[in-house]
């Protein structure tokens, strides 16, 4: 298993690009299936979970061609309307096909996800949400099993603005018969490209980008192509990564509207900021200052950052707190940042950090996807070398990080396979 060593200490300078949205580019491949004709999508990351989704689509029988950032699929016929369990388990994201193939092949089987690092993540209220679209659904040996005539558009609210719930009713109301209102819906800029990709496709939505979304189902989607939106998390992260390690750094191709709150917070920690259109300039002082955070849906401040400004944090003046509102659990990458002598109490769904003058580097293990990128923050700060294990997770969604970030003067290494515990503890 790769790992990754960082000398941390110095402070970043120079420029880095986003790659395209993860979290925009999973839906937008799973939304294939629910048309012909072919389908070009760039600016599509080059990450594992990309590399999972576009193996699903191949194993349903889909055209897959993948060439750099540009993926085709086209979906003429069908060969399997199931998705594993071995893939789902290793990306809960795979459930994005279950509104899909519903809608367009009448039945679809899917691994139910289980729990997560994070939480507990059920998938209740995409399946209530189909099953008012008129699907009928039952549990069996660990898989959702759903079958459905033409499914018929309905008035669903969301208990909760689910993001990839959002999406899958979103995309199974397209093919619906009549108009679907999805109330309480995720606002997330996500969901709003995945809507744009569908629209192109001869989809009828207004709304998206907003809480209450409309469908008028269609007949059927054509092909169409569509460039994903810059990933605001990729992003977002080499910001908090600037600004505690006191660098002075232009994040290029994101699009600062989608980052207000993260943008607020850094500049609430005493980082200066500056958005260009497409560009946001970041110069930090030595130390930042303590600030409090509280995660929520967008436009609030998106737990997928959580873990990065808890780095930022246990090196800023003063104490900060975070409450973490969206996931129950995603607090485990405490421990690991208190091997770097991080100064952090947790109680339920908060987090006090006591920020501390330096961290120090350590043998670490990497526990979910942005805990990972949490802990690579926490190395650029810290004194000394850290040796961050199961890396696996990091590649789930960020494109080439040791790369970037070491364009930006990191001094980040990538140790393939082995224990690579040799270069924990020395100084490079
Ligand atoms: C998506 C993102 C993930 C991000 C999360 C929250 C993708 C591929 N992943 O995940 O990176 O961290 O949004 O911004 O886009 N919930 C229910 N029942 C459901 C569905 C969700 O109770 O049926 C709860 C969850 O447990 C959680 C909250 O709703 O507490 C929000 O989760 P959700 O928006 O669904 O997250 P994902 O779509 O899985």
């Given at each position: 298993?790769?790992?990754?060593?960082i000398?941390?200490?110095?402070?970043?300078?120079?420029?880095?690009r986003?790659s395209?949205?993860?979290?925009?580019?999973?839906?937008?491949?799973?939304?294939?299936?629910?048309g012909?004709?072919?389908?070009?999508?760039?600016?599509?990351?080059?990450?594992?979970?990309?590399?999972?989704?576009?193996?699903?689509?191949?194993l349903?029988?889909?055209?897959v061609?993948?060439?750099?950032?540009?993926?085709?699929?086209?979906?003429?016929?069908?060969?399997?309307?199931?998705?594993?369990y071995?893939l789902v388990k290793?990306?809960r994201?795979?459930?994005?096909?279950?509104?899909?193939?519903?809608?367009?092949?009448?039945?679809?089987?899917?691994?139910?996800?289980?729990?997560?690092?994070?939480?507990t993540?059920?998938v209740?209220?995409?399946?209530?949400?189909?099953?008012?679209?008129?699907?009928?659904?039952?549990?069996?040996?660990?898989y959702?099993?759903?079958k459905?005539?033409?499914?018929?558009?309905?008035?669903?609210?969301?208990d909760?603005?689910?993001?990839?719930?959002?999406?899958?009713?979103?995309?199974?109301?397209c093919?619906?018969d009549?108009?679907?209102?999805i109330?309480?819906?995720?606002?997330?800029?996500?969901?709003?490209?995945?809507?744009?990709f569908?629209?192109?496709?001869?989809?009828?939505?207004?709304?998206?980008?907003?809480?209450?979304?409309?469908?008028?189902?269609?007949?059927?989607?054509?092909?169409?192509?569509?460039?994903?939106?810059p990933?605001?998390?990729?992003?977002?992260?080499?910001?908090?990564?600037?600004?505690?390690?006191?660098?002075?750094?232009?994040?290029e191709?994101?699009?600062?509207?989608?980052m207000?709150?993260?943008?607020?917070?850094?500049?609430?920690?005493?980082?200066?900021?500056?958005?260009?259109?497409?560009?946001?300039?970041?110069k930090?002082?030595?130390?930042?200052?303590?600030?409090?955070?509280?995660?929520f849906?967008?436009?609030g401040?998106p737990?997928?950052?959580?873990a990065?400004?808890?780095?930022?944090?246990?090196?800023?003046?003063g104490?900060?707190?975070?409450?973490?509102?969206?996931?129950?659990?995603?607090?485990?990458?405490?421990?690991e940042?208190?091997?770097m002598?991080?100064?952090?109490?947790?109680?339920?769904?908060?987090?006090?950090v006591?920020?501390i003058?330096?961290?120090?580097?350590a043998?670490?293990?990497?526990?979910?996807?942005?805990?990972?990128?949490?802990?690579?923050?926490a190395?650029?700060?810290?004194?000394?070398?850290?040796?961050?294990?199961?890396?696996y997770?990091?590649?789930?969604?960020?494109?080439?990080?040791?790369?970037k970030l070491?364009?930006?003067?990191a001094?980040?290494?990538?140790?393939?396979?082995?224990?690579?515990?040799?270069?924990?503890?020395?100084?490079?």
């Amino acid at each position: 298993m790769d790992r990754i060593v960082i000398t941390g200490g110095k402070p970043l300078r120079g420029e880095v690009r986003v790659s395209g949205a993860k979290n925009a580019a999973l839906p937008i491949l799973a939304s294939t299936i629910l048309g012909g004709g072919e389908c070009v999508i760039t600016n599509v990351p080059r990450v594992v979970d990309v590399v999972t989704m576009s193996k699903l689509l191949d194993l349903l029988g889909a055209s897959v061609r993948t060439e750099g950032s540009q993926v085709a699929v086209s979906v003429e016929r069908l060969r399997s309307t199931e998705a594993p369990y071995e893939l789902v388990k290793t990306m809960r994201a795979s459930v994005l096909v279950l509104g899909p193939l519903l809608a367009r092949w009448g039945e679809a089987t899917v691994s139910l996800p289980g729990g997560c690092a994070i939480g507990t993540r059920p998938v209740n209220l995409h399946l209530a949400g189909l099953a008012r679209l008129g699907a009928e659904l039952t549990l069996e040996h660990g898989y959702i099993r759903a079958k459905a005539g033409r499914l018929r558009g309905a008035r669903i609210c969301l208990d909760t603005p689910t993001v990839t719930g959002t999406e899958n009713l979103m995309m199974a109301a397209c093919l619906a018969d009549g108009t679907t209102v999805i109330e309480n819906a995720a606002k997330e800029p996500e969901v709003a490209d995945l809507a744009a990709f569908l629209a192109k496709r001869g989809g009828r939505i207004a709304g998206a980008g907003s809480d209450v979304i409309t469908v008028e189902g269609v007949q059927a989607l054509h092909g169409a192509d569509h460039e994903v939106i810059p990933d605001r998390i990729e992003a977002g992260t080499y910001l908090a990564a600037g600004a505690m390690t006191g660098g002075d750094i232009c994040v290029e191709g994101c699009l600062p509207w989608h980052m207000e709150a993260v943008v607020m917070k850094l500049r609430e920690a005493g980082a200066e900021l500056v958005e260009g259109k497409e560009s946001i300039r970041l110069k930090a002082p030595r130390r930042l200052r303590g600030v409090d955070v509280k995660t929520f849906a967008y436009p609030g401040f998106p737990t997928d950052m959580q873990a990065q400004m808890m780095a930022l944090m246990c090196v800023a003046q003063g104490t900060s707190m975070i409450t973490e509102t969206v996931f129950e659990s995603r607090f485990i990458h405490v421990p690991e940042l208190r091997r770097m002598g991080a100064d952090i109490k947790v109680e339920g769904n908060h987090a006090v950090v006591n920020g501390i003058e330096k961290m120090t580097g350590a043998p670490v293990m990497a526990s979910d996807l942005r805990a990972s990128a949490g802990l690579i923050l926490a190395g650029l700060a810290a004194e000394g070398d850290t040796v961050i294990s199961r890396v696996y997770h990091l590649d789930r969604g960020y494109e080439r990080i040791e790369e970037k970030l070491g364009g930006l003067g990191a001094m980040i290494r990538r140790v393939k396979g082995g224990t690579g515990v040799a270069a924990a503890g020395r100084r490079a």
